[in-house]
């Protein structure tokens, strides 16, 4: 099922590249029906499968990264529709596609265990994948902060100068997607803290959660990179390049707990 939202995504995608290209506004609109309707169709995915099994298919790598680039394309969709600005599309829709082509070529069955029942582990899950989304966000917007930089500092006002938002408002964007992700963040971690404590003690994926878990490692690691993004930020001035350097940094620490942890090296988080 998860072909559909794919095949949608794939087509989004390359509406977005020749908008960004050519700056056609029909082109523009043609994208973003194709990813609005990559986000409906996903959503009915993922609605079948919460039906089916219950809860929020996120007890698998493949069914989380599902969930999470559903909530990515939410999140750019709302920025998108926030700003009327079409040129970021570009950015996000080559992870949107690499990330969705994971589930779609290589689904899991969705596990039903009584440990992972409830809403603490629900409302765990679903700050996490918030807040991996909102950093994916703020990465892009980084990404095109750094572009847009270039080429001011080299007075070469040419391809992506005229396609991409004004260096402020790249800055603020991208420290309010760090900022809720942060917030989203901080409530997974604390959250998953108390579920780990109340889950059954006869689980062994319970028994292995501690720092010395990569999993749970790495991810106290991003939240401390990404809490002094905040702190830096609001109390030093660190914005600008230092901020994109840090969202791509922190993103870089999330695909890696996202990814290679999940699927080979995690003990406590292996459902």
């Known amino acids: 099922m998860n072909?559909?939202?794919?095949?949608?995504?794939?087509?989004?995608?390359?509406?977005?590249?020749?908008?960004?290209?050519?700056?056609?506004?029909?082109?523009?609109?043609?994208?973003?029906?194709?990813?609005?309707?990559?986000?409906?169709?996903?959503?009915?995915?993922?609605?079948?499968?919460?039906?089916?099994?219950?809860?929020v298919p996120v007890t698998n790598a493949s069914s989380a990264i599902s969930t999470f680039v559903l909530l990515?394309?939410?999140?750019?969709?709302?920025?998108?529709?926030?700003?009327?600005?079409?040129?970021?599309?570009?950015?996000?829709?080559?992870?949107?596609?690499a990330l969705q082509l994971i589930p779609a070529l290589h689904p899991l069955p969705e596990e039903r265990a009584e440990v992972l029942q409830g809403p603490l582990f629900g409302i765990h899950v679903s700050s996490l994948l918030f807040a991996y989304a909102s950093f994916a966000l703020a990465c892009v917007i980084g990404i095109i902060y750094v572009l847009q930089f270039k080429e001011l500092k080299a007075k070469?006002?040419?391809?992506f100068y005229s396609r991409l938002p004004a260096l402020d408002v790249l800055d603020t964007m991208n420290q309010r997607a760090t900022f809720v992700g942060w917030v989203c963040l901080t409530i997974g971690l604390v959250v998953g803290f108390i579920w780990a404590g109340?889950?059954?003690?006869?689980?062994?994926?319970?028994?292995?959660?501690?720092?010395?878990?990569?999993?749970?490692?790495?991810?106290?690691?991003?939240?401390?990179v990404y809490s002094f993004e905040v702190f830096a930020a609001r109390?030093?001035?660190?914005?600008?390049?230092?901020?994109?350097?840090?969202?791509?940094?922190?993103?870089?620490?999330?695909?890696?707990?996202?990814?290679?942890?999940?699927?080979?090296?995690?003990?406590?988080?292996?459902?």
């Open 3 to 55: 072909a559909i939202p794919l095949v949608l995504y794939v087509a989004a995608l390359v509406a977005y590249m020749l908008h960004f290209a050519r700056r056609q506004p029909d082109v523009g609109r043609a994208a973003t029906t194709f990813l609005v309707a990559g986000a409906l169709a996903h959503t009915f995915v993922v609605g079948m499968q919460t039906m089916e099994v219950r809860h």
């Open 156 to 159: 070469h006002f040419g391809f």
């Open 198 to 224: 109340q889950a059954p003690g006869d689980d062994p994926r319970v028994q292995a959660m501690s720092l010395q878990d990569p999993k749970i490692f790495v991810a106290v690691l991003c939240w401390l």
């Open 235 to 271: 109390r030093i001035g660190w914005g600008g390049r230092r901020a994109a350097y840090l969202s791509a940094v922190g993103f870089a620490i999330v695909l890696l707990n996202f990814l290679p942890i999940s699927y080979f090296l995690t003990k406590s988080h292996n459902f």
């Open 72 to 97: 990515l394309v939410l999140a750019y969709l709302f920025t998108e529709m926030s700003t009327e600005e079409r040129a970021m599309g570009a950015f996000i829709l080559p992870l949107v596609v």
